[in-house]
């Protein structure tokens, strides 16, 4: 069968055909080439360029080679393949930066539910005239499922609960490459995992994804990388600065009534038209741009909050009015324009970008033949539950001039 070889950085040389290879050629899948894996963190760690395209390539492959090693037939093998390609079929630009604006400004939409909808042909996302024929292309093969059982596969949902725990589970193909991949190229040693190892000790018991009681170990080192990943990397203060700051440029012209359709938007796309509109944001994406970011004022840890400004704080994220309310009001107290205060809560954003993060129930398929939870069997996991990640929980940055003041004031205005 023809197909092409793709040289990937991590795994090697892949070859695609059939297809996996037709999908890859939509303007829908190529457009990931345009979409940075992790968003702003190339400011903090200037590798960090990789993309969604490579990203969701080597989660293909990984899904390609577990079904492989857990013997899955041919339909359920090519399923799983398709729906590890496009998992991330509907991410905006900069990835997971502008998640609060999906749920608050575009409130039909958020990365999950578009993706759904471009594999169901419900929308086309590019300006190509070849869009929207993602399922016209799967159906036309002769495999046993259809678009709509990708669809709900990426959400990890499918009447065989293995299926879905190998895209969508605590031990999955998109984890298992996101992380090799990001410390790869970030240049963090904490995202190393022991791929081959973890490949052959997953098992289908039961019709779960189970882990043989012989890799307990390998599973506990990709649960320590992915905790420490999340600290180092996706929650880095700085990071979080900046994303931030791009969200309040985005917010500012949600508000004024531009960039409506930016969630159809490629990375460069949008920092274009928010340099075009001047004012506000136009003044933040060239401080992006050149690196001139807010400097944290606030970096408060879960253990410096009471309970009740822990539900304040939390209530403020789900309310994006009420957080604005609040970031204008720390600005007036310290004598800084709108837009000059960014408060970020990283408890609740990292329920709503990562939830598989505190994961660890994985069962254990012991060597009698018994089946117990992963935090039944070894302390790591249940103390992983128990881990502060990251180790800050609220976030207050602003330009420089503005800390000292800013510190001083923002608990009395936070929690009035």
């Known amino acids: 069968m023809d197909g092409k070889i793709i040289h990937d950085g991590i795994h090697g040389s892949m070859k695609i ?28 760690y200037p590798g960090a360029n ?24 041919e339909s359920e093998s090519m399923l799983l393949q398709v729906g590890a390609l496009l998992h991330d079929i509907g991410h905006g630009p900069f990835s997971h930066t502008f998640e609060s604006i999906y749920r608050h400004y575009v409130k039909e939409h958020d990365h999950m539910r578009l993706g759904q909808d471009i594999i169901l042909g419900r929308m086309n996302i590019t300006e190509s005239e070849n869009g929207g024929r993602i399922p016209e292309i799967i159906e036309g093969y002769d495999y046993d499922f259809t678009a709509e059982d990708v669809a709900e596969l990426i959400l990890g949902r499918h009447e065989k609960p293995y299926l879905g725990h190998m895209l969508h589970g605590d031990v999955d193909v998109d984890q298992l490459d996101y992380l090799i991949r990001d410390a790869h190229y970030t240049g963090v040693a904490h995202g190393i995992i022991d791929l081959e190892r973890l490949l052959k000790v997953l098992k289908i018991h039961e019709d779960e994804l189970v882990v043989d009681e012989k890799g307990i170990e390998a599973v506990e080192g990709m649960m ?95 309310n994006v ?96």
């Not at 303007?27 to 345009?34: A, K």
């Open 17 to 44: 055909s059939g297809l996996i290879l037709d999908l890859v050629k939509t303007p829908e899948f190529q457009r990931l080439r345009n979409i940075r894996q992790l968003g702003l963190a190339y400011l903090v």
């Open 50 to 73: 990789h993309t969604r395209f490579e990203h969701s390539l080597g989660a293909w492959d990984t899904a390609r080679r577990l079904s492989s090693e857990v013997n899955l037939s």
């Open 224 to 318: 320590v990388a992915r905790s420490l990943m999340y600290s180092r990397v996706y929650f880095h203060h700085t990071v979080k600065i900046a994303e931030g700051m791009l969200t309040r440029a985005l917010e500012f012209a949600l508000e004024e009534g531009h960039l409506w359709d930016f969630w159809k938007m490629v990375d460069c796309r949008v920092l274009v038209e928010l340099e075009d509109l001047e004012g506000l944001p136009a003044e933040i994406v060239r401080r992006v741009k050149y690196r001139d970011l807010y400097k944290a004022a606030v970096l408060a840890s879960a253990d410096d909050l009471s309970a009740e400004e822990k539900r304040e704080l939390l209530a403020a994220y789900r």
């Open 321 to 416: 009015k009420r957080r604005q309310e609040i970031e204008r009001a720390l600005a007036d107290a310290v004598g800084a324009r709108e837009g000059e205060v960014i408060l970020e809560f990283s408890i609740a954003d990292l329920m709503l970008s990562e939830p598989r993060l505190k994961a660890t129930e994985i069962n254990v398929l012991l060597d009698d033949g018994k089946v117990e939870a992963l935090t039944k069997v070894t302390p790591l996991a249940n103390a992983l539950k128990r881990r502060q990640t990251p180790r800050w929980a609220v976030l207050v940055a602003t330009p420089p001039k503005y800390v000292s003041k800013l510190r001083d004031v923002w608990r009395g205005i936070v929690f009035e």
